[in-house]
């Protein structure tokens, strides 16, 4: 089993990020030992609350859930509601009775450093998967077998001209988790994430797949808010998962191709905050720190998705 920790800020594409990770969790190809949140699409209080509900319905009620830091490193927090919505789950809210059940009972460790550090020493082939902004990358430090979704590299952004979501949210920690990186980070970025999407006929499919798992009854109404959205923005009903994608990459569950760069982050610049610059020609002199994929095979990402929902009885 592949041992995995993900850092996610729980939207809509983070749950199906964890939907997949839990899948594969109690198929025995991984060992999900732990989930850690950041701000983002909601307050980190919020994305921990979603994370924990979501691996709930999952099954997966004893795997750890600890928010992280609550702000960005320097910039005030920006969340996203008309985007994930008003709980980050779409038309779907976890309610505040799940705090008090679920998100509060105790783990050890309390703390969600502790669990980073006790997950690394713990199992030496941890994969980390970092979903949301890099807020917490950046504050721990160095970490290798990190897999990064974020930054848009020759390729618009999708929240302003130049930049993407996680990296403008936190330009500071996705600027630091590269110039601290010991090893390279592999990097999903928009312009390959936002190829995976479902729409209506392929949810449809996925929830068949899932069958009676308590997730599936939830994924419509999770589903047509972010439909709904990317319609707004003209881009179909439909939605992209880029987490999802992210995760397959991460774990090598789906093709893909990687070239070695450096990368950086322009931080200050109210204009171009959150533009992420890879250096592809070697021009600045430094190390390489990033694997920047560069393609994934996005059909067969669908089949793996397919596959890892479907339980043991119904084949794989």
């Known amino acids: ?3 995995v920790l993900i850092d996610c800020d729980t939207g809509i594409d983070d749950a ?13 190809e991984v060992n999900l030992v732990g989930a850690t949140t950041t701000a983002g699409n909601v307050d980190v209080t919020q994305t921990a609350i979603n994370t924990r509900w979501v691996l709930d319905q999952c099954g997966l009620g004893h795997i750890p859930v600890l928010p ?33 059940q679920h998100l509060n009972q105790q783990h050890s460790p309390s703390n969600w450093q502790d669990l980073w550090r006790d997950a690394m020493s713990q199992h030496a082939d941890l994969r980390l998967i ?27 952004g999708n929240t302003t001209p130049t930049a993407e979501w996680n990296t403008w ?14 090893e390279p980070i592999t990097v999903c970025s928009l312009g390959v994430t936002e190829r995976l999407t479902l729409n209506p006929d392929s949810l449809q499919l996925l929830i068949d797949a899932l ?41 090598g569950k789906a093709p893909f191709t990687t070239r070695e760069v450096t990368v950086d982050v322009e931080a200050d610049s109210e204009l171009m905050r959150g533009t992420t610059v890879a250096d592809m020609r070697g021009h600045w002199g430094r190390e390489p720190n990033a694997l920047l994929v560069d393609d994934a095979d996005v059909t067969a990402a669908h089949a793996e998705l397919l596959r890892a929902a479907r339980n043991d009885s119904k084949g794989q």
């Open 1 to 3: 089993m592949i041992p």
């Open 211 to 251: 069958s009676d798992a308590p997730i599936a009854s939830y994924l419509p109404e999770m589903l047509r808010f972010y439909f709904e959205f990317h319609e707004s923005q003209g881009e179909g009903y439909l939605a992209q998962i880029h987490d999802l994608l992210t995760v397959m990459i991460a774990l």
């Open 16 to 28: 199906l990020a964890l939907l997949y990770l839990a899948a594969l969790h109690q198929k025995g």
């Open 169 to 182: 949210v936190d330009p500071h920690a996705a600027k630091t988790a590269f110039a601290q990186a010991t």
């Open 68 to 100: 992280g830091q609550p702000v960005p490193l320097k910039v005030p927090l920006t969340t996203t509601p008309e985007t994930h919505g008003e709980f980050g789950l779409g038309y779907i809210n976890p309610g505040p009775q799940h705090i008090s």
């Open 130 to 156: 970092v979903t949301g902004p890099a807020t917490n990358l950046a504050t721990f430090g160095p970490t290798p077998r990190t897999t990064l979704m974020g930054g848009t590299y020759l390729y618009p």
